[in-house]
């Protein structure tokens, strides 16, 4: 009982990294995807991240892209020759203050704060 009172956290210690490497091979154990179809970086546990899956996703949009062909004719219709632009001229705005947490120049010297 005293050797179990000496080293207390020791032992607890050692208690939760071994749930936590029994964890892990249990998690790792598990792999349910079929590694032929999916290529994932996984992180440090085995597990794909986020910015894995979305990679992959972004992959396969670029495969279906590569397989589309555009019917040059298209633009010789005479639907499409009919089409009009309603695109709507933009007026250029005056700029402000080059630096706008500058003071204005209308402000005194006792309204600033110290």
Known sequence: ME??????????V????????????????????DS?????????FGLP?????AGQQILSVLEELRQLNINGSVFQNAVFKSLIDHTIATTSEPLGRP??????????????PK
Not at 3 to 12: A, G, T
Not at 25 to 31: A, E, F, K, V
Not at 49 to 53: L, R
Request: aromatic share 12%; glycine share 6%.
């Open 36 to 44: 032929s179809t999916l290529s994932f970086a996984p992180d440090g």
């Open 14 to 33: 050692a208690g939760i990294l071994a749930a936590i490497a029994l964890g892990y091979l249990w998690w790792s154990g598990r792999d349910t995807t």
């Open 49 to 53: 991240t986020e910015a894995s899956i």
């Open 99 to 112: 630096d706008p947490f500058a003071p204005l120049p209308f402000e005194s010297e006792e309204a600033k």
């Open 3 to 12: 050797l179990v009172k000496k080293y207390k956290n020791i032992l607890i």
